[in-house]
């Protein structure tokens, strides 16, 4: 297989990174401002004041899509000079994309949950912010350990 070949196979793996990431981040966020809209609205028709935090719930799956970023800058850069390794660098991209974007479709329905209770108790923002953290931390895992496991 030719050169140009192998780097294109191995910057697809960080196509796939990033994709994946962001499509778990879209799904997310899509998942949580549903829930979000739907809790102000309860407030609204309660008139209570409206939980500006929802929007933390709602944006927090997003990190998970710069997180791919920066992981595809490294496997492209990787793929430009050591094309042989596309094969692993194709894997990392499809199974570390997976992972992050599942855990910021994750992150995302625990934001739905935290909208819905913060706008009924207008109490726990923090511990709802905490829960969302440790989703988060799966993210970061992947960015800090695949970044390593790059060959």
Same mark, same amino acid.
């Given at each position: 297989? #030719? ?7 191995? %910057? ?6 990033? %994709? ?10 899509? $998942?949580? @401002?549903? !829930?979000? *809209?739907?809790?102000? &609205? &309860? ?16 944006? @927090?799956?997003?990190?998970?899509? *710069?997180?791919? +970023? *920066?992981?595809?800058? &490294? +496997? ?22 997976? $992972? +992050? ?7 995302? &329905? ?9 706008? #009924? ?14 989703? #988060? ?11 390593? !496991?790059?060959?």
């Amino acid at each position: 297989m #030719e050169a140009a070949t192998m780097t294109a196979l191995g %910057s697809f793996g960080g196509a796939a990174m990033l %994709s994946l990431s962001a499509l778990g981040s879209a799904l997310g966020a899509g $998942a949580a @401002a549903p !829930a979000a *809209i739907g809790a102000w &609205k &309860k407030c609204y028709a309660q008139n209570k004041t409206a939980p500006f935090m929802l929007l933390a719930f709602i944006g @927090a799956p997003l990190s998970q899509t *710069i997180y791919g +970023m *920066i992981v595809m800058n &490294k +496997m492209v850069a990787r793929a430009a000079s050591l094309p042989a390794c596309w094969p692993a660098l194709l894997a990392v991209g499809i199974f570390g994309g997976l $992972a +992050m974007g599942a855990s910021a479709y994750y992150q995302g &329905k625990a934001g739905a949950a935290a909208s819905d209770a913060l706008a #009924e108790t207008g109490k726990g923002s923090g511990n709802y912010l905490m829960a969302l953290g440790i989703i #988060e931390t799966v993210a970061i895992f992947i960015l800090v350990f695949i970044g390593k !496991a790059i060959p």
